[in-house]
């Protein structure tokens, strides 16, 4: 059996105790990691993560989960997404916000199954595209965004490439 009809990928359902549970470990996991910054969810975050995504309608996540025979599904990759809006367009798009596979699924094709899924997503909200960022030093990400068709955001390219900036407001 190949990996891709190994992989269960489902839209989470906030709801669900497990997805919660499923998302908040992934995500705990991706915060962890170099590529997240190095330090895991605070507790603030942990309590309040799915409550808060639910109050949302705006957001919506992706989850994988590897099928075990015997076992509990193992969770093993997320994607989070919030709709934002498109002036230019006059139309919603969707913004991926967090994409993360656990290490030992890395380079196995899950994120592009997840990306997939929020495409299908995004095209039943009626969105016009997809936008999201990636830090430069994350190789393996920037192919894979590339060879689904992503590219650096541009008007003018005279004006040049657009940067993603941000200016925190708490700590």
Do not use: W
């Amino acid at each position: 059996m190949s990996l891709k009809e190994e992989i269960q990928v489902l839209v989470a359902d906030y709801s669900n105790p497990n997805h919660g549970r499923a998302l908040v470990e992934l995500l705990d996991a991706y915060a962890k990691d170099p590529a997240g910054g190095g330090q895991g969810l605070s507790e603030f975050t942990h309590n309040r993560l799915v409550s808060s995504l639910a109050k949302r309608p705006q957001a919506f996540s992706i989850l994988a989960f590897a099928k075990k025979h015997g076992q509990a599904d193992l969770p093993i990759g997320l994607v989070n997404c919030f709709e934002g809006f498109s002036t230019f367009a006059c139309l919603p798009l969707v913004n991926v916000h967090d994409v993360a596979v656990i290490e030992a699924y890395r380079g196995q094709g899950v994120a592009e199954l997840m990306l997939n899924r929020v495409i299908e997503v995004a095209r039943k909200r009626g969105a016009c595209k997809l936008t999201l960022e990636v830090l430069s030093g994350n190789q393996a990400a920037n192919k894979l965004y590339q060879r689904m068709g992503f590219e650096a955001y541009q008007l003018d390219p005279g004006m040049g490439v657009a940067h993603f900036l941000q200016k925190k407001l708490i700590d």
